[in-house]
T-cell receptor
Framework: GDSVTQMEGPVTLSEEAFLTINCTYT??????LFWYVQYPGEGLQLLLK?????DKGSNKGFEATYRKETTSFHLEKGSVQVSDSAVYFC??????????FGKGTMLLVSP | NAGVTQTPKFRVLKTGQSMTLLCAQD?????MYWYRQDPGMGLRLIHY???????AKGEVPDGYNVSRLKKQNFLLGLESAAPSQTSVYFC????????????FGPGTRLLVL
């Protein structure tokens, strides 16, 4: 079945550092890929998505590129802020099936 | 535009008690979902619905029942609560299709003693 693997956290960074959160997936077909973010005490919200190979999703300075050859969708940001502290979830969805989530990666950014 | 709302926000139950969690969405979405979130486990799908009057089991359906009598509402029931059901429950909704975004509610924190 489908699965998503994320790097374990927490990831701790200083403000303005470069961020990478790794995500790899297993799927039988051609899924759509998503990054969701969960701020403390809140529900998940979509951060970015990509629907086909080589697509790049971007939002709020975050980027991720759909790499079919390496089955990856790594999240990057050039300069993180304290306000980026949250839990980040990678997810995939094939056809009309439901979302499959990774276990989440906590990001802690200090001033 | 409220999006997805959940009631209640927090609840404490004793083992064996029953309760219903209510999810409501005002975006006219066909699909609705119930997830539970536990530390180190990510989000796991409990049940979902692809339209009014239809429901289906997800990854962890045991101990839960659901109903979708109205398009905008999706109820999650616990008939006899167990400590293993202590969790944070999230409802979500979406339109159909692989590329569509799921919109999440703020969550219900449930503690079963």
């Amino acid at each position: 079945g489908d699965s998503v693997t994320q790097m374990e956290g927490p990831v701790t960074l200083s403000e303005e550092a470069f961020l990478t959160i790794n995500c790899t997936y297993t799927a039988t077909g051609y899924p759509s890929l998503f990054w969701y973010v969960q701020y403390p005490g809140e529900g998940l919200q979509l951060l970015l998505k990509a629907t086909k190979a080589d697509d790049k999703g971007s939002n709020k300075g975050f980027e991720a590129t759909y790499r079919k050859e390496t089955t990856s969708f790594h999240l990057e940001k050039g300069s993180v802020q304290v306000s980026d502290s949250a839990v980040y979830f990678c997810a995939l969805r094939e056809g009309y099936s439901t979302l499959t989530f990774g276990k989440g990666t906590m990001l802690l950014v200090s001033p | 535009n409220a999006g997805v709302t959940q009631t209640p926000k927090f609840r404490v139950l004793k083992t064996g008690q029953s309760m219903t969690l209510l999810c409501a969405q005002d975006m006219n979405h066909e699909y609705m979902y119930w997830y539970r979130q536990d530390p180190g486990m990510g989000l796991r799908l409990i049940h979902y619905s692809v339209g009014e009057g239809t429901t289906a089991k997800g990854e962890v359906p045991d101990g839960y029942n659901v109903s979708r009598l109205k398009k905008q509402n999706f109820l999650l029931g616990l008939e006899s609560a167990a400590p293993s059901q202590t969790s944070v429950y999230f409802c979500a909704s979406s339109t159909g299709g692989a590329t569509k975004t799921q919109y999440f509610g703020p969550g219900t924190r449930l503690l079963v003693l």
